[in-house]
Nanobody, 124 residues
C-alpha cells in the first residue's frame, strides 16, 4: 500500500485548504483511513478518521466543526477539507491506512501504512 498526500501550502488564518491522499491499493474500500499531523517538536497527533463505508467519521476536539474528512472509493482517495484555519494548525499532515481495526482509532499504532506528509502553514 502506498499513500501520496498533497494539497498542503501556506494560507492565512481563517483560510481554507483541501488535502488529498491517493492510495495505490487493490481494494481501497478495505481500509479505514485517517489523518494525523505533527508540529515541530511535538508528537504526531490524530486529526480525523473515516470508516471504509464513509458512514463513520471521528475528529479530534481541536478540529471538530472546522475540518471534514471524506473519501471517494472509486478514486481511491481520502480528503481533508480544512476551514477556518488557525496558526496552531500548522504542521506536517499525514494520511494513514488502517487495514485491521484494533479499537484505537486515534492512536498512531492503529495504522498500518503512512503517506509521506504534506506541509500546512497557517500565518497569523
Amino acid at each position: 500500500v502506498q499513500l501520496q498526500a498533497s494539497g498542503g501550502g501556506l494560507v492565512q488564518a481563517g483560510g481554507s485548504l483541501r488535502l488529498s491522499c491517493a492510495a495505490s491499493v487493490r481494494t481501497f474500500s478495505n481500509y479505514n483511513m485517517g489523518w494525523f499531523r505533527q508540529a515541530p517538536g511535538k508528537e504526531r497527533e490524530f486529526v480525523a478518521r473515516i470508516g471504509w463505508r464513509a458512514s463513520n467519521t471521528y475528529y479530534a476536539d481541536s478540529v471538530k466543526g472546522r475540518f471534514t474528512i471524506s473519501r471517494d472509493n472509486a478514486k481511491k482517495t481520502v480528503y481533508l477539507q480544512m476551514n477556518s484555519l488557525k496558526p496552531e494548525d500548522t504542521a506536517v499532515y499525514y494520511c494513514a491506512a488502517d487495514e485491521y481495526y484494533r479499537g484505537n482509532y486515534d492512536l498512531v499504532d492503529e495504522y498500518d501504512y503512512w503517506g509521506q506528509g504534506t506541509q500546512v502553514t497557517v500565518s497569523s
